[in-house]
């Protein structure tokens, strides 16, 4: 069987060259640490994401992948095609980029070359 990769709306893309997951629990506005210092949390949900760089880009697999990943009002969403240490599976889920950051390495005529692209893949459904 051939390796699993990375897809984003079912296409291929450069491998991301980071992909550090993460998770993000968020509590009812009861929950807190009260001055006796004994934690009272009450949690509603708890959401899959992952720091991801893509490094060494040229033109077209930088588009491919800002293509996909920047939201717009008719697809605020995309659907990753990825490996979740939380389910211990390949799976596809949809995700959402809230922002994201770039770097240049060279723009020489026909020789552009951007270093990267980071941001952090977040899960629109909840885990638990």
Same mark, same amino acid.
């Given at each position: 069987?051939?390796?699993? *990769?990375?897809?984003?709306?079912? @296409?291929?893309? /450069? &491998?991301?060259? /980071?992909?550090?997951?993460?998770?993000?629990?968020?509590?009812?506005?009861?929950?807190?640490?009260?001055?006796?210092? +004994?934690?009272?949390?009450?949690?509603? #949900?708890?959401?899959?994401?992952?720091?991801?760089?893509?490094?060494?880009?040229?033109?077209? &697999?930088?588009?491919? @992948?800002?293509?996909? @990943?920047?939201?717009?009002?008719?697809?605020? #969403? #995309?659907?990753?095609?990825?490996?979740?240490?939380?389910?211990?599976?390949? *799976?596809?889920?949809?995700?959402?980029?809230? &922002?994201?950051?770039? +770097?240049? /390495? *060279?723009? +020489? =005529?026909?020789? =552009?070359?951007?270093?990267? @692209?980071?941001?952090?893949?977040?899960? *629109? =459904? +909840?885990?638990?």
């Amino acid at each position: 069987m051939a390796q699993e *990769r990375i897809t984003i709306n079912g @296409i291929a893309v /450069k &491998q991301p060259d /980071k992909m550090d997951p993460n998770f993000a629990t968020t509590y009812t506005e009861d929950s807190g640490r009260p001055m006796g210092g +004994k934690a009272h949390l009450t949690p509603l #949900f708890t959401v899959e994401s992952y720091s991801v760089e893509f490094s060494n880009l040229t033109p077209a &697999q930088a588009s491919a @992948i800002l293509q996909q @990943i920047v939201p717009t009002p008719s697809r605020p #969403f #995309f659907n990753l095609h990825y490996y979740s240490w939380y389910y211990g599976a390949w *799976r596809t889920a949809q995700f959402y980029v809230g &922002q994201g950051s770039m +770097k240049t /390495k *060279r723009l +020489k =005529e026909n020789d =552009e070359v951007l270093e990267s @692209i980071t941001c952090d893949f977040v899960g *629109r =459904e +909840k885990i638990v």
